[in-house]
């Protein structure tokens, strides 16, 4: 099977520079766009399920992705709370830029380098909690029969909206180096990875980081 992993369009928050965490926000104009764009160029992939973060933002990518599929039909849609986006607690909707800060942490810069060296209130989710659980989302799922190629079958394809967070703590255990959680930057809005298992549930990591959109349209808001 193959995964196509997708981090959500862009949201006002996005583009305010503030931590969205589990805040449901939905996407704004641009986002919308930017999803709609992802969706024509993987209008001919035919995909057997889409699986999504529960959180508006991502099922409206999913949502616009597939609006513009012309070969799945109505593609089956399951929520899962395995790729939810991390939890930042009290710090939710507060400013991350230079120019609008509002974070009471010392040492929040090393949020884009190392997550797990930042000192997140008591009410946060630990960033290893979302690398476990996003790890077991992705072992249950390879794991799935029904997605499993069978002879003389074409391979499964599975949608997957998340978030940037999240999308980096479940891809870790591919990386070459799962040490650099961020592997060079946020992921981009609509970004897509795509990631393949055989059935005996080897997974490897076929492409990172894909912009199916002008790249002249990337927003880099966050910067490691």
Known sequence: ??????RHGETDSNREKRLQGRVDNPLNENG???AREVGRELKDIRFSLWITSPLKRAVQT???VL????VSGNVPMEKDEGIIEISF???EGLGCGKDNFEIDCDNFSDFYKNPELVSF???AEKPSDVKKRTLEFLKRTVAREELKTKPGEPEKNVLVTTHGFAMR???????????????????????????????????????RD??????????DYFRP
């Not at 099977?1 to 997708?6: D, E, F, G, T, V």
């Not at 609006?67 to 012309?70: F, I, T, V």
């Open 169 to 207: 703590a479940l891809l870790n255990s591919l990386y070459e180096d799962p040490s650099d959680f961020w592997q060079g930057r946020v992921p981009a809005n609509c970004a897509v990875n795509i990631v393949e298992a055989d059935n005996s549930g080897n997974i490897r990591l076929l492409e």
């Open 121 to 123: 209130p008591k009410d």
């Open 89 to 91: 607690g009290s710090w």
């Open 1 to 6: 099977m193959r995964l196509y992993i997708m």
């Open 32 to 34: 919308i766009k930017l």
């Open 67 to 70: 609006s513009e599929n012309k």
């Open 62 to 64: 999913g949502e616009a």
């Open 210 to 219: 894909v912009i199916y959109y002008d790249k002249n349209e990337i927003k």
